[in-house]
């Protein structure tokens, strides 16, 4: 499969830009393979510079619920762009998002628009240490809520540590202001609250684990980390970026039993254009410039490109049967997979949410990142690359979710089985 034009255009890229990319996990390095530069997507697939069409499971990591480009929402941003890209100003559009999230999510009884998850993260912590005038958070290892400082750390050698920086740039002291415990482990939580009574501000989560490939909560364990939180007069975050508006049309935590103070919004809501977004109690919200003391602002927050994506997005999701057909999907792709690789007697298992999917080779379950850490991750490059050059495109790590869309058709997934059952054959 020719990739001579990408090839060209990641040397040129490596020229002006770090690594040839702009965000670390496009360069392909966990695969050991030079990207694919995209030149076009539509429905459910993508096409590259050199010509070569594929099944798209990367999704743009989210936001392609309904597929590439699809026509009801371009029409909405082209008539926006036609009327301008951006104003600084308030705009209608802005109130009609905002309402369509407070109507589908109980908890969002106000919402602030931002332009991405990170800033979403940070505003969030931000509100939570004012509400209760408290300094550290507790995350979960293997949970990644964007690259703020405060939340780019990573676990030790324990189940419960101190956090400590995931890169270098962020300073030791403000990483260890975060603790980091072990997902679906309530004992490591207690342990943080015991450890740090009356100090920490919040817990945040992710209803859907999605960043160490798809780990799905036990029955027990959001609705019991909210009421631990509360009972510790911390607030429970949950990080819905990926998940809201994905699982359901609203927020995941409700399918989890989870009682969240405050959610972080994004990806979906933008209809694939920049956007994230805080919503949560309006008494915390409230807290927020220029209602109360907590500073926060954006030149591009609540773009109306942005926007108006996000509107029609919803609309569409809001009619009925999208779901339902990508939990079809998703049950079809799952049950594929599983036939995959025990035909083939590989270890593994497939972990799924919904249209969210992650097969991890190696281990027989994973619950928490130890378990992902513990996949064979050559295996899975080997993988990534079978199945590239069999026209499936999958997001190039073992610790990505797979994307299904509503525009995959049933010869697409038909084809992703057979691809796999022969990738793994070979």
């Not at 298992?349 to 919904?354: F, L, Q, T, W, Y």
Request: aromatic content about 8%.
């Amino acid at each position: 499969m020719n990739s001579h034009n990408s090839d060209l255009l990641f040397a040129r890229a490596a020229r002006c830009t770090p690594g040839g990319v702009n965000s670390p996990v496009r360069a392909w390095k966990a695969v050991g393979a030079a990207p694919r530069f995209i030149a076009s997507a539509y429905g459910a697939y993508v096409q590259d510079e050199d010509g070569n069409r594929f099944i798209d499971y990367v999704g743009a990591f989210g936001p392609a619920v309904l597929g590439h480009a699809d026509p009801r929402v371009v029409r909405a941003v082209a008539d926006q762009a036609a009327s301008g890209f951006s104003y600084g100003a308030p705009t209608r559009l802005e109130v009609e998002l905002a309402e369509t999230i407070c109507d589908a999510i109980p908890i969002a009884q106000k919402v602030r628009l931002q332009t991405s998850g990170t800033e979403a993260g940070m505003t969030a912590l931000r509100i939570a240490r004012a509400a209760t005038g408290r300094s550290m958070i507790v995350k979960f290892d293997g949970c990644y809520h964007g690259h703020s400082d405060a939340l780019l750390v990573r676990a030790g050698s324990g189940a419960l540590t101190l956090g400590v920086p995931d890169s270098p740039g962020v300073p030791p002291q403000l990483a260890q202001l975060t603790l980091v415990a072990r997902y679906n482990d309530l004992a490591a939580v207690e342990q943080c609250f015991a450890r740090h009574a009356g100090e920490i501000a919040a817990v945040i989560v992710e209803p859907v684990a999605a960043n160490m490939g798809v780990v799905k909560p036990d029955p027990a364990f959001l609705p019991q980390l909210g009421a631990l939180a509360h009972r510790h007069g911390a607030l429970l975050i949950c990080d819905e970026v990926i998940t809201g508006f994905r699982l359901r049309f609203g927020a995941a935590y409700e399918l989890y039993g989870a009682q969240p103070d405050l959610i972080m919004l994004g990806k979906i809501i933008g209809g694939g254009n920049p956007i994230g977004a805080v919503a949560g109690r309006a008494e915390l919200m409230d807290l927020l410039a220029p209602a109360g003391p907590v500073y926060q602002a954006g030149t591009l927050s609540g773009s109306p490109l942005s926007v108006r994506a996000g509107i029609q997005t919803l609309k569409q999701l809001a009619a009925g049967g999208v779901y339902e057909r990508l939990e079809e999907a998703g049950a079809y792709l799952e049950a594929g997979l599983w036939s995959a690789i025990r035909q083939n007697g590989i270890p593994g298992c497939v972990n799924r949410a919904g249209s969210l999917l992650t097969l991890f080779f190696g281990p027989g379950e994973v619950r928490n990142a130890d378990q992902a850490m513990s996949a064979d991750r050559e295996h899975f490059a080997r993988f990534f690359n079978a199945m590239l050059e069999r026209g499936i495109y999958l997001p190039p790590s073992q610790f990505e979710a797979l994307f299904i869309s509503a525009a995959h058709s049933d010869a697409d997934l038909r084809q992703t089985v057979d691809a796999a059952v022969q990738a793994l054959a070979g």
